[in-house]
T-cell receptor
């Protein structure tokens, strides 16, 4: 199945820095979702986007649904050590009944 | 609490054995899914079901089987035909767009399966 292109693959940042990651697709989507996964745990939904151009925040996290409907980005402001984990995106298209997932961005925050 | 419950969290399988992973949801979602996650890899779809008594193969269904006898339950059996079953397995559920819901997929906490 299709996998979304997610970048960067990994990031090492200092505590307090801002983080930005993005996902792109060759297909258009109706829904973009962002998750955080801690080691050995299931992914937890961070932000859901349902409309092109939509910008949504959840605390220090902000995500946007690209106007082309083929991309989305996630920003984390003022990173803290507990932000460490793997972040990945998911998209749901106008055709078919499947979700497609990015390969994840591994975030390390250095205190 | 509402959510998706997977059990067991850790499971060890001997060569030639079949094992079953349980998944129960109380979100009243129509669709349920099983994914496999290998270290450093993305999610790969094993099976999904959109309605009771119906399910579809995903990208890596060989060596796996499922059933959907109840809306809230979607167990996964890893058969002896699956040659490399050691992985992290995730169950998920979602609403379906044709019902007018915004499609969002939620995950359980995962189950680790190791072949010994």
């Amino acid at each position: 199945g299709q996998q979304l292109n997610q970048s960067p693959q990994s990031m090492f940042i200092q505590e307090g820095e801002d983080v930005s990651m993005n996902c792109t697709s060759s297909s258009i989507f109706n829904t973009w979702l962002w998750y955080k996964q801690d080691p050995g745990e299931g992914p937890v939904l961070l932000i859901a986007l349902y409309k092109a151009g939509e910008l949504t925040s959840n605390g220090r996290l902000t995500a946007q649904f690209g106007i082309t409907r083929k991309d989305s980005f996630l920003n984390i402001s003022a990173s803290i050590p507990s932000d460490v984990g793997i972040y990945f995106c998911a998209g749901y298209g106008p055709t078919g009944n499947q979700f497609y997932f990015g390969t994840g961005t591994s975030l390390t925050v250095i205190p | 609490d509402g959510g998706i419950t997977q059990s067991p969290k850790y499971l060890f399988r001997k060569e030639g054995q079949n094992v079953t992973l349980s998944c129960e949801q109380n979100l009243n979602h129509d669709a349920m899914y099983w994914y496999r996650q290998d270290p450093g890899q993305g999610l790969r779809l094993i099976y999904y079901s959109q309605i009771v008594n119906d399910f579809q193969k995903g990208d890596i269904a060989e060596g796996y089987s499922v059933s959907r006898e109840k809306k809230e339950s979607f167990p996964l059996t890893v058969t002896s035909a699956q040659k490399n079953p050691t992985a992290f397995y995730l169950c998920a559920s979602s609403t379906l767009e044709h019902r007018g819901d915004r499609n969002t997929i939620y995950f359980g906490e995962g189950s680790w399966l190791t072949v010994v």
